[in-house]
Every structure is written in C-alpha cells, then in structure tokens.
C-alpha cells in the first residue's frame, strides 16, 4: 500500500511526503494493522531494477512547503525522514546497504508481513522434528511483531549480551536457554551448556516449577555450588551438587596467577617447588622399588645441599651454623609426614640426616672436615643413573600429586635458595608463601584440595563436570557466588582450557558433535584487558580465536564492556545491547565493533529494563527488541526501597 513519495534524496536520508488521505500512524491491509507513523518503524520503496530498498524513519514533522502543489498527490503536510537500510533483491533475498537508490517521487510503501519474513530470514522447524529458531522477544519498530532467532547463526559463532546492571541481561539468557530447554526431542547428547553464575541468580531461573505444574527443567540441569558452610543435608534440600576444581589440575600459569607470582623470580621459583612435589608424593606414594629411587632423589639432594653450604668461602663456624640448620629443617620437614618418614627409615636416608647432624659440631672454631666427610660417606650410597631419571621425570599437566607436600616442597627449594648463596628469596617470595599457607589451611579453598577419589586426571574430572547421566543433563550451573576474585580467575580458567583442550583432540567430523558452550556471567571479572590479566595467556582469548573450529562457544555477559578483553569481544559476531549510559563503556563498544553508529548509541541510551538493541549474525539488520519475560525469573530483581521501608509499619498500624 502506497502511504507517499519520496521528494528529497541524500545518500544516507530520504524525505517523504505523505499523502494527504493517510490519516494518522497505521493502515488496515487486509484486517492487519500496520503501524508507519513512529519513530523506528519501516517504510520501502523501490529502485530503477526493482528491487525494494528498506527504510527505517527517523524523523516525523509537519511542512507547509507543497501547500499548493498537487502534482503526484503531494499536498499534505505530513513529512518523514527515512534512512535506507538495505535492499531485497529480485529473488527475494536481503542484504545490507544500498547500491541503486531510487528515484526522486518514488513510491513509499508499507514493509508488510511477508517483507519481514524476507527480511529477517525466518525460519520454521523442518518436519524431522530438528528445531531452526527460537523466540526472542517483540519488534519495538514493528508493533506486536514477534522476533525469532536462527539457532544456527545464534550459537554457532561466539555472542555477548551487554548492558548496565539492571537492564535485563540475565532474564535474556534466561530465557534464551530456557527457551531452548523447553523444545521438544532436545537432546543432552547433542550439547553442553556451562553457566559461570558469578551472582548466584540462575539457580532459581531453573529449578522445577511447583507442585502441580510442569516440571521443565528437572531432568536437564545440574546446578554445582561452592559454599564451604553448607552441610551435606543443606545441599540437598537446595538442590546443590558440591563442586571441586582439583589443585594438581592447574597450568604453572594458574599457579602463578592463583598465589600472584611475578614473572622475574617467583614463577621460575614455583616451578621448582611443583617438580619437587610430585617428586616427594613419588617417595610416599610410589611402589617400593619407584619409592627408593625417589629416596636416592632425597639423598642427593641433602648432599648437594651440604655439598653448597660447605663450598662458601667462609668461616667453618658460619659453614657448620648454616648446615647445621639446613639438616635440621629437612628433618623436620619430614617428621611432618609419617609415610614420608617412614620410607626415609626403611631406606635409611633418616639415619643419614642423625649422623650428618651430629658430624656439626665446632671446636676451637673448626670442623676439622667431619661434616664434609659424612657427607662424601652418604654420597657413596647415591645411584647418581637413578638420580638423572628422576630429574628427567617432569610432572605432566594435569598429573596428581598431594598438596600436603607443597609446603615440604617449597621450604626445600628455598634451603637450596640459601645454600647457593641467594639469601633475598625468601623475601622475594613472602607474598606468594602467605598465599600458600592460604590454600592449604583456609576452607574457601576446600574445593581445591578435597577431590572426590574417582578424579584424578582431566578427563575423570570433565566426566564429573558434564555428569555421568550425559543422555539427561544439558545444562550445567557452576554456583561461584562464593568465590573471591583472585580464585573466581583460577577457576574459570582451569575449567575452561580443560574443556578447550579436550575438544582439541578431536578430529574430523569429531569435531562438529556435541558442542558445548561457555555461558560467562559478569565476564568483565575474569576476561580482562591483558594488563589487568593475571594470568599470562588468557584461555579465553585463545577460545575466542580458535574455539569455534572445535564447537567450543562463548556466549558473554558483562555490565562492563570497557574492562572486557578487546580480542574476546572483538571475536563476537551476535551482540544484544540493553541499557548502557556509562561514555567510557559505548565509546569502546563503538571502537571494537565495526558496524556501530551513533543511531545506535541513541537507541541503546533510551532503552528501558528488557529492551535490546540485537544486531549481527543472527539477524539480518539491527532490531529494536522488547525481550520476554523468562519464567521461571533469575533471582536479579531490583529491591523495592518504599516497599522495605514502611511494609513492617503499615504491618504495625493493623
């Protein structure tokens, strides 16, 4: 239907009278009302080649100018300013931009039903039951037309939702997934959806409807909590799974992240404590014959210890003080563990030490070469073939070890600091031995140290994560609402590259079944600009880059963008944008994203809580969306100040 002509034509605007019949915002076309007369709303005309040019308005005024003028039926007052959007060609297929623009008095017509069809690419569940799209919410610039999303272009490329605290972000991936959940034939087999619930607010957006009601979400979401004070019954009745994050699984990266570990002294430092570790579990661990080569690794070690302290060009009552020491402090160390002791006994490494400790003594100011003697007798018994297979045993990511050593380990590796003349380690290294002391005694850290006996490598534990029923469970919560940041960052990203590595290893069509995707809550916390990063590489950038050759997606949330890594959001191809009226974070928003304008801009800052500006893969132009309410709702709702003011008063006054 035609409303009016074009009578004024720039490259990025066209003005449009109104025919002076056209009364009022909308016109009835066959019993369906179609709304042109607000701002946002599509309007279309037509090129020399007949192709329909899409056109979005953006301004509304009244004009006198053509008062009286009647040619092509041009006397009414009303004016609209249009901006081209894009075009559908002769064989019905849209695209953005325009190439041939129209001509000055062309037609504008309404964009109906069908035209949006074309437009947004709907698409319907083929008859084989596979579902292609799901609901999104209602056009703001179309009234009442309803917006459905392409799976495929949705989940297939990494995605971000955006948007101030309050404006919506969690009830759009709330409904989103549950949207998808509810679908029939959905199958647990086909992906893996993992929530990092920073806030703790989708528990409640799936948890079985009440009694008498349709029980959607019980059979396909697990829902793992850290919460070292909830006891066993708790958890139950709360419907939490207990969630663990094994220490031996962490990269020397996240180490170093986890205890904040500089680069220069401390990194290369905890290297040598992890390697001594697993050497000193070896000992207590290991089978007999593996247990003495181990204990012949300790022996030497002691001597080269002794053998270093000896060799300073000091005093012997300085040399012997300092051994002395030294020989004391690894007896205690392994007095600390009784199976440690134990198998330095039967080997006899522990009467080693006693004989050695009583060989430092000083007389008159001199030694006179006992100590240095039992330490060439103790020697003797080192297999120093045995000694270089131990050294070249490195420990593998991801291969167990027991942290109880890690305290043994590293007051060994700064005794040999020491005895090599290095006397300011242990100071460079307070910070990160205070955070050690941390993990090993603080029950936040609970999670870290006590594994369940059947994990003990990373694909036992990815097992644990996806769950052993993978025909039932879709939808994985991780509950970090307890979590610091500085573990919150170790966490997310040992989970992380472990899924990433594992899909790596897949080959050929392998790597085209069961995706899984990252659902990031608060990402701003832990997907940092490289100079906030702790971590030396950031997994997610690497997943960002690389991950959508193994179907490993991302699907971001943040409130700010400007903290977010710039090749993580960059990597994005679907963004759904709600309310966000900090300049810092739209400006980087419009540096990172190509497309961006300041149409865009305006649309975003006048948003109100649930609307979203959607643009990228997943639609074919920009869309003005009022989002549906998720039902159940995330636990995000704003409190209601006057509410908790004066409900207990007005109680009262009854």
Not at 315 to 335: E, H, P, V, W, Y
Not at 480 to 494: K, M, N
Not at 597 to 603: A, E, G, H, L
């Amino acid at each position: 239907m035609k409303i009016g002509k074009i009578i004024s034509i720039n490259f990025n605007q066209f003005k449009v009278k109104i025919f002076s019949e056209i009364t009022g915002g909308s016109v009835n076309i066959n019993g369906e009302i179609y709304y042109f007369g607000n701002i946002g709303s599509y309007l279309k005309t037509v090129n020399a080649i007949g192709e329909n040019i899409i056109c979005e308005v953006v301004s509304i005024f009244d004009s006198d100018l053509y008062n009286e003028q009647k040619a092509f039926n041009v006397d009414g007052h009303r004016e609209l300013m249009l901006k081209p959007i894009g075009t559908i060609d002769t064989n019905q297929k849209f695209s953005l931009g325009v190439g041939i623009y129209p001509s000055l008095y062309s037609d504008v017509n309404i964009v109906k039903t069908e035209d949006m069809e074309n437009i947004l690419r709907t698409v319907q569940s083929s008859d084989n039951n596979i579902h292609k799209s799901f609901d999104l919410g209602i056009s703001k610039n179309l009234i009442n037309y309803p917006i459905s999303i392409s799976i495929d272009d949705f989940f297939n490329i990494h995605s971000a939702v955006l948007g101030n605290s309050g404006s919506g972000k969690s009830n759009t991936i709330a409904h989103i997934l549950q949207t998808i959940l509810k679908k029939e034939n959905n199958s647990a087999l086909g992906s893996k959806l993992i929530i990092f619930d920073v806030n703790g607010e989708y528990k409640k957006a799936f948890s079985p409807k009440k009694e008498g009601e349709e029980e959607f979400f019980d059979s396909k979401v697990t829902i793992k909590f850290l919460k070292p004070n909830m006891n066993a019954q708790q958890k139950v009745d709360e419907g939490y799974e207990d969630f663990f994050m094994p220490h031996f699984l962490m990269s020397l990266d996240e180490w170093s992240s986890f205890l904040l570990a500089t680069d220069a002294t401390q990194r290369p430092f905890w290297d040598k404590v992890l390697q001594e570790t697993y050497r000193f579990y070896k000992i207590a661990t290991a089978e007999d014959d593996e247990s003495r080569i181990f204990i012949n690794y300790l022996r030497y070690k002691l001597c080269e210890l002794l053998y270093s302290i000896l060799s300073q060009a000091d005093t012997d009552t300085s040399r012997i003080t300092t051994a002395g020491a030294s020989i004391l402090k690894i007896k205690r160390i392994i007095d600390s563990d009784m199976t440690l002791k134990q198998r330095c006994e039967e080997e006899g490494l522990y009467q080693d030490i006693n004989n050695l400790s009583s060989k430092c003594k000083i007389h008159y100011g001199e030694n006179k070469n006992q100590l240095s003697s039992e330490v060439q007798v103790v020697s003797e018994k080192i297999n120093l073939e045995n000694v270089q297979n131990v050294l070249d045993k490195r420990i593998q990511n991801g291969e167990f070890f027991d942290y109880r050593f890690l305290k043994i380990s590293a007051e060994i590796t700064l005794l040999e600091e020491d005895a090599h003349g290095n006397r300011q380690m242990r100071g460079y290294t307070a910070t990160m031995m205070t955070r050690l002391d941390y993990f090993l005694d603080n029950s936040d850290c609970d999670f870290m140290r006590k594994i369940p006996s059947d994990v003990k490598n990373p694909k036992t534990y990815l097992e644990y994560i996806f769950g052993a029923n993978t025909d039932k469970t879709q939808l994985i919560i991780l509950d970090t609402s307890e979590l610091g940041i500085d573990i919150l960052e170790t966490l997310t990203s040992v989970v992380s590259r472990l899924i990433f590595s594992q899909r790596k290893e897949l080959v050929g069509d392998e790597r085209r079944k069961n995706p899984v995707h990252l659902i990031l809550d608060e990402a701003h916390r832990y997907i940092k600009k490289d100079y906030k990063y702790l971590l030396r590489e950031n997994i997610f950038e690497r997943i960002a880059r690389e991950g959508r050759k193994y179907s490993l997606y991302l699907l971001i949330s943040s409130q700010r963008p400007s903290e977010l890594s710039e090749t993580v959001l960059s990597q994005c191809s679907n963004f759904i944008i709600h309310r966000i009226q900090n300049e810092i974070d739209m400006r980087y928003i419009n540096a990172v994203l190509p497309y961006f304008s300041d149409d865009f801009v305006n649309k975003i800052k006048q948003s109100i809580p649930g609307e979203a500006l959607i643009f990228g893969n997943c639609v074919s132009m920009p869309l003005h969306v009022t989002i549906k309410k998720s039902n159940p709702e995330p636990n995000s709702k704003n409190c209601i100040i006057s509410e908790e003011w004066f409900s207990c008063r007005d109680e009262e006054e009854k």
